[in-house]
């Protein structure tokens, strides 16, 4: 089974950081959030370069049943695809949450104000950390960039949970699969996130472009638009059985 255990969402958000590689001039793309195969939101990511290093952003809009989600994240990358700065702006069911991060001599300094709190934590800084709000395809499209230009190591999670900490992270490289992109047949990368002993599978493309993420929080992944993983990466979820009918019963209501 490829899905695996998650990260809680901790009333707030999760960070995985990792750095970039091999972006694009200009790149961008858009992704259905789904839970058990259910769409439940949306999320996108663009990078452009210029003769300074490299502008992102990532917005994303979740909307169900006990968790109302909204993030517009922007950060700045050296030409060597070092951090230089983020700044993440989100609502959590209704309340809101301001994250801004940035190297700090030889530390890495997090500001977050939520739920009326401010805090400020220092962190050790390592070359090959970026973060990554939940649902964020565009961290997720960083790290495999920063992955592929160092084999795999030596890469780092902040994670602003509470006052925030820095996680080590292993990537392990899976067998090929397949899938279709816009209806055409592509080989398909498999790869495994494992932070802090949560796993996160990502699926990319022949250019290292994400396709999907099965997230660590349980049932939530994110497909590009366009891509389809043959076969599915996990067994959707069965429809919930009809409730029984008697003559004195009530019809359910209608989602």
Same mark, same amino acid.
């Given at each position: 089974?490829?899905?695996?255990?998650?990260?809680?969402?901790?009333?707030?958000?999760?960070?995985?950081?990792?750095?970039?590689?091999?972006?694009?001039?200009?790149?961008?793309?858009?992704?259905?959030?789904?839970? +058990?195969?259910?769409?439940?939101?949306?999320?996108?990511?663009?990078?452009?370069?210029?003769?300074?290093?490299?502008?992102?952003?990532?917005?994303?809009?979740?909307?169900?049943?006990?968790?109302?989600?909204?993030?517009?994240?922007?950060?700045?990358?050296?030409?060597?695809?070092?951090?230089?700065?983020?700044?993440?702006?989100?609502?959590? +069911? +209704?309340?809101?949450?301001?994250?801004?991060?940035?190297?700090?001599?030889?530390?890495?300094?997090?500001?977050?104000?939520?739920?009326?709190?401010?805090?400020?934590? @220092?962190?050790?800084?390592?070359?090959?950390?970026?973060?990554?709000?939940?649902?964020?395809?565009?961290?997720?499209?960083?790290?495999?960039?920063?992955?592929?230009?160092?084999?795999? @190591?030596?890469?780092?999670?902040?994670?602003?949970?509470?006052?925030?900490?820095?996680?080590?992270?292993?990537?392990?490289?899976? @067998?090929?699969?397949?899938?279709?992109?816009?209806?055409?047949?592509?080989?398909?990368?498999?790869?495994?996130?494992?932070?802090?002993?949560?796993?996160?599978?990502?699926?990319?493309?022949?250019? +290292?472009?994400?396709?999907?993420?099965?997230?660590?929080?349980?049932?939530?992944?994110?497909? @590009?638009?366009?891509?389809?993983?043959?076969?599915?990466?996990?067994?959707?979820?069965?429809?919930?059985?009809?409730?029984?009918?008697?003559?004195?019963?009530?019809?359910?209501?209608?989602?």
């Amino acid at each position: 089974m490829r899905f695996r255990t998650l990260i809680p969402l901790v009333g707030l958000f999760a960070f995985v950081l990792l750095g970039a590689s091999a972006l694009a001039v200009a790149q961008s793309a858009s992704f259905a959030v789904s839970q +058990n195969g259910k769409s439940v939101g949306t999320a996108s990511y663009n990078f452009v370069s210029k003769p300074t290093g490299i502008d992102s952003a990532s917005i994303v809009h979740v909307d169900m049943q006990g968790l109302s989600y909204q993030l517009s994240k922007t950060e700045e990358l050296s030409p060597s695809h070092g951090l230089l700065h983020v700044q993440v702006s989100a609502i959590v +069911n +209704n309340s809101a949450v301001n994250v801004v991060a940035k190297p700090d001599a030889a530390q890495f300094l997090l500001n977050i104000s939520a739920n009326g709190h401010a805090s400020t934590t @220092r962190l050790d800084s390592h070359n090959l950390a970026v973060f990554l709000p939940d649902f964020d395809p565009g961290a997720l499209e960083t790290l495999l960039a920063v992955a592929a230009g160092n084999n795999n @190591r030596d890469l780092w999670a902040i994670i602003p949970k509470q006052a925030g900490t820095i996680e080590p992270i292993q990537l392990a490289t899976l @067998r090929d699969e397949q899938g279709t992109l816009d209806g055409k047949p592509v080989t398909v990368h498999h790869l495994v996130a494992t932070i802090a002993g949560n796993t996160t599978d990502l699926f990319a493309g022949p250019e +290292n472009q994400l396709l999907q993420a099965e997230l660590p929080q349980e049932g939530f992944a994110l497909v @590009r638009t366009g891509f389809v993983l043959i076969p599915p990466a996990k067994p959707q979820a069965p429809p919930p059985a009809p409730a029984p009918t008697s003559p004195t019963a009530s019809p359910s209501p209608s989602e």
